[in-house]
């Protein structure tokens, strides 16, 4: 049987400010969930779940230390600095 580990991974503080003041700047009360890191018992594997800022039906992804952000899954890259013009087309 294959078992996993999951470990909680923080949100930076400076990322998540810059999302939250763009999304409230467009009009948008995004909800942050922490990503994980998960990893598999006796293999050197890892998989890096991305935090995620969810507002209204729209997902948003993104990973610690990036000035890209991914919308709804991770073929959708947006610039960090072009999220602001992105959500003001969706509203």
């Keep these: 049987m294959l078992n996993y580990k999951k ?11 810059r999302i939250d003041f763009i999304c409230k700047f467009c009009g948008f009360k995004p909800t942050f969930e922490c990503g994980n890191i ?24 993104f990973f610690n230390y990036s ?4 919308i709804n899954n991770l073929n959708n890259k947006v610039l960090l600095k072009d999220l ?5 087309k969706l509203s």
């Design 7 to 17: 470990k909680k991974v923080n949100i930076d503080d400076k990322l998540k400010q």
């Design 84 to 88: 602001e013009d992105y959500l003001k």
């Design 38 to 61: 998960i990893s598999l018992d006796r293999t050197n594997l890892y998989y890096i779940e991305p935090n995620k800022a969810i507002l209204k039906d729209i997902l948003i992804l």
């Design 67 to 70: 000035s890209e952000v991914y």
